[in-house]
Nanobody, 126 residues
Framework: QVQLDESGGGLVQPGGSLRLSCIASGGTSSMYVMGWFRQAPGKERDFVAAINWRWTGSGTYYSASVKGRFTLSRDNAKSTVYLQMNSLKPEDTAVYYC?????????????????WGQGTQVTVSS
């Protein structure tokens, strides 16, 4: 059973930066993708970014709202993915969830992911 543990959330001023980390444990070799989603109060869980996990030459995917500001990277040796978030905006405020998928499907869709972390709060406010 894969377990995902997020860290790095917090309160930051607009224009600031945060780096989220997600450490995977237990059966990670079965995963083909890892991603980040976010959910603001009263809204659906939305795709943020994803990265191929199983193959070298990682492919990365971003939502239009974060492309150019967020960067997703991985360290397979540490079973960790990092989401570097720059130029943060108040609309980035949400709970951010790390997710891992083993079965295929669109990386933009929550249904492609089989494992989820507990979430970490990111608040962008002055």
């Amino acid at each position: 059973q894969v377990q995902l543990d997020e860290s790095g959330g917090g309160l930051v001023q607009p224009g600031g930066s945060l780096r989220l980390s997600c450490i995977a444990s237990g059966g990670t070799s079965s995963m083909y993708v890892m991603g980040w989603f976010r959910q603001a109060p009263g809204k659906e869980r939305d795709f943020v970014a994803a990265i191929n996990w199983r193959w070298t030459g990682s492919g990365t995917y971003y939502s239009a709202s974060v492309k150019g500001r967020f960067t997703l990277s991985r360290d397979n040796a540490k079973s960790t993915v990092y989401l570097q978030m720059n130029s943060l905006k108040p609309e980035d405020t949400a709970v951010y969830y790390c997710a891992g998928g083993i079965g295929g499907g669109s990386v933009y869709d929550t249904r492609a992911y089989d494992y989820w972390g507990q979430g970490t709060q990111v608040t962008v406010s002055s």
